[in-house]
Each structure stands twice: as C-alpha cells, then as structure tokens.
C-alpha cells in the first residue's frame, strides 16, 4: 500500500517538472530498460553506456534519482576513469626529448645487470665512450625492476679465479715399435693455453716435478694446480710444487670430470691429430704435438672463449678480400682467411 502511494506522489510531483527535467529522467528509465532487455541474467554496461550515464551526470543535478539497477558510487568510478583516460591523451607526447632505440635499451639493460656496483653516472661515462650520449635520468629510468645484488655473481667470481688455476695430467702414446711414450701436460685455465709439455718413455716424480719447474720461471706459477690421483704425484713432487707456492688440488678417484679442461685437451688432441697419425719415436711426437699446439692456439676456436683462440685471433671485414683456405697439421685442418687486395 506504501509503494503505491509513493509512486502516485512521484506521479504527481513529476506533473509539475519542467520540461526539460522530465525528459532527462524518460532518457535515464529507458536506457536502463534497455541494458536490462539486452541482458537477461546480469545488467553488463558498455563503454557507450558508461559514457552516457557520465554525460547526464554532468547535466543533470538529480540523476541519482532514476538510478535502479546500478549505485551512483558506480557512475562516479566510470566518470574518474574517463577523467584519467582524458588527461593521458592530452598529456601525450608532442615535442621533447625522442625516445631512444631498442637496442640501446637492451644494452642499457645488459650495463646493469653485468656490473652490480656501477651507478647511472658510470653507465653514462660508459655509453660516451662508444659514442652514445644518454642522460642519466633516461638510464635511471631502464634499470631494472628487481633488485640487483651489490655482490658479484657467481659466474664472474669463477672467471677471476680461473687465473690462477692450472691443471697437469699424464696421457700415453703407442709407437710404431710398441713402446709407450709419456706426455705430460700443464695447462692454464685462464686462456685453455698450453703452458708446458713434455715428453719421456720413464716418468718418474722428480721428472715431473722439474717439468712443472719449467712450465712456471720466474715466479710465474699461479696459486692452484688440479692433478689426479696418480701414484707419480709423490711427495717429492709434492715439495717440489710447494716450492714455487703452488697448492695443489686433488680431485676425487676416478672423476676426471673434476679436471675437465686438460682431460678435453687430451681428447681433442687424440681425436683430431693423434689417432690419424703413426707415432715412430719421442722426437717426431714432440714435432707432431707441437705443430698440433700451434694450431689449437692460433687457429682453433673454442665456445668457452666466446669463439676466439687462446691467441686472440682478429675478426676479418668481409670487404677485405677474397677468402682463401690455409692447410693446417698435415691438412687434417684447415684456416679460413681473407687475402687482402
């Protein structure tokens, strides 16, 4: 009974609107008879609709009245929402400064992460010297989101240590009489260079010892050396290593993947020269590793060194001439190279 009179005295009260007031109200009923008709389940309200109920906000002081199926805190959050939406594209970019390249970013980014103790100042610094004058705020503004540690990582600290880290390993070769000569090898773990090699057909601890005397003169020796559990390591060689300030590093029983970079050495060396050649005696296997070591150092590349040589070998234009092909360790292997015009 109270409803009815309510709606009689809307009725009445509505009779004496001005015009202009009743057909704002008509437009917001019929709209939202609309919304309903369109959806059977749950009123859903497109952009148009958001937009028209925002217009008659701004015209119309009584609008929450003929609200029914949505709250004007609803109206008000669409009317925000288009007020953000208003500025941004106003506050877009015209003129100022243009926006950098893709790749300067990346590598903007690549500055941050590889150097945690760098600041903008220094990648600034950094940048010049390649010719790219950046700001720093610009920098500041691609550093990356997740926080960098101030340590450095795990990777690097192994690279600095490598040198100072070498590693020594025995490996036989048959003749072509049937007698077993003795290599012993000294590698550096910094380069993968070949320090040392040498050769007997009767290896003893004080021969070793002397060898890893020649492999490091005059104080050049670096802090570690990795060797297997040989019974030929004894302690005259020990005392003797101990002697130039080396300490060595005794991997475990029969893990040579606890010495992976000499044991590669050995196995790139059999695979690609030794097993295609007949040994006669220690001086030709002196001759045929040395020419194979001039090769692995100055020709060969390798993954762990970015593709380049032990020897650092030079990166050729492509305008620079016509390639040509070199013959390598008794044509086994060849060089690639361009012969300038």
Known sequence: MFGVILAVLRSLGAAFQPRRQLLLENLALRHQLVVL????????????????????????????????????????????????????????????????????????????????TWGSPRIRDELAKL??????????????????????????????????????????????????????????????????????????????????????????????????????????????????????????PRSPWQNPYVERLIRSLRREYLDHVIVFNERHLHRVIREYMDYYHRHRTHRALERDCPVPRPIEAADQGKIIELSLVGGLHHRYTRLAV
């Open 131 to 252: 010719g790219l004058q950046v700001s720093d705020s610009t920098i500041r503004k691609y550093r990356p989101i997740r926080p960098r540690s101030s340590s450095q990582s795990w990777r690097t600290f192994l690279h600095n240590q490598t040198k100072q880290i070498a590693a020594i390993d025995f490996f036989t070769v048959p003749t072509a009489m049937f007698r077993v000569l003795f290599v012993f090898i000294v590698l550096a773990h910094a380069r993968r260079k070949v320090v040392h090699f040498a050769i007997t057909e009767a290896p003893s601890a004080f021969w070793a010892g002397q060898q890893l005397v020649n492999a490091f003169p005059f104080e050049t020796a670096p802090r570690f050396f990795l060797r297997d559990r040989d019974g030929i390591y004894s302690a005259e060689f020990v005392c003797r290593a101990a002697s130039l300030g080396m300490e060595e590093k005794v991997i475990a």
């Open 37 to 116: 008709n369109r959806n059977a389940e749950k009123p859903q309200f497109s952009n148009p609709d958001r937009l028209l109920w925002i217009c008659l906000r701004a015209v119309w002081s009584r609008w929450e009245r003929a609200l029914t199926i949505i709250q004007p805190q609803t109206v008000i959050g669409w009317h925000r929402a288009g007020f953000r939406l208003y500025w941004r594209w106003k506050s877009r970019r015209v003129g100022g400064r243009p926006p950098i390249g893709r790749e300067l970013i990346q590598l903007i980014h690549r500055m941050w992460q590889a150097n945690p």
